[in-house]
Each structure stands twice: as structure tokens, then as C-alpha cells.
């Protein structure tokens, strides 16, 4: 079993350093923070810019993992919590509520883009287009172990739409 920790302990270094470049990029897609590399795939992630006294924000991505899993929560520097919501229409009414976790199905890209979004609350501070954001999302997988994968969102304008032309919240 040697030759298995050394593996891993190859692993890790490479990892670290991906993290460091992914963190000087400023890349939407970063590497795992946790004991599986590669699980999960993030791409077109981004941050809607706010307007000055504005407290909650949305998150959008693109997730992927290798195998089955769940997002069962975030955070970030940024806000006071980050929670995964889901989008429903009641009554004609557009409405926005708390889920506890979202399966990521293997090989399955998951759209995290209007009817899924991650929500930034309790803002610290203003967030400015051409600022990036840190995410860290928290997966349980199929054997119940955690990861935290951190990304880095760009911020970008309050106008863009979160996914073709269908309205957005708030
Ligand atoms: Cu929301």
C-alpha cells in the first residue's frame, strides 16, 4: 500500500499547485479542495453584479461530477450565507425557496442557471463587475464523504441574463 500513499501524496501537491494557479487565474474552473481530484467540473460560473446597499445575489454554474454526488451547501467570503435555491412558479407567481441538497448525477451536467441557483445573503460588501467572487461548494458523495470545491466567479452585470431569455429574480 506504499506505492498508494505516495500516489496520493503525488496527487496532492499537484493539487495544491492547480489550486494556486486556479487562484491566480482567476479561473472559473478550479480544482477540487477535497481528497478526490477532478470529482466535480465547473464551468460558465458567475456572479450577478449588486447595486450599492443590495444584501443577497445570485450564483450561477455549470457542475458536473465524475460520480454520483450531492451539493449539499456553500459559502463564501462574501456573504453571510450561501444557500441553493430553487426556482418555482405558484400561482403564476415566480417564487424562490431553500433546497437542502441538489443531486449531480455521474457524468451529468446539472445547470445551476435559473431554475437551480446558488444565493448570496447578507452581502459584506458591494459587488462590482470585474471583481471575482469565491465560492466554496460542499458535495457529499455516493460513500457519504465530503469535499469543498472552491471556485472563483467573475462578477458580471446586473443585466445579464442568468439563461436565455427567461426572467430572472429580483
Ligand atoms: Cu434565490
Redesign the pocket.
Known sequence: MTGLFAQHATIARVLALFIALCVFSGSAICAPAGAAPGLLRVSDAWVRATVEGQTGS?AFMQLRSREDARLVGASSPVAEKVEI?EMRLVNDLMT?RRVESLPLPADTTVALDHGY?I?LIGLKRQLLVGQSVTITLQLLDARGAKHAVDIVAPVRALNTPSVRSSPS?E
Do not use: D, S, W, Y
Open positions: 445570485g435555491h424562490m441557483h444565493m429574480h
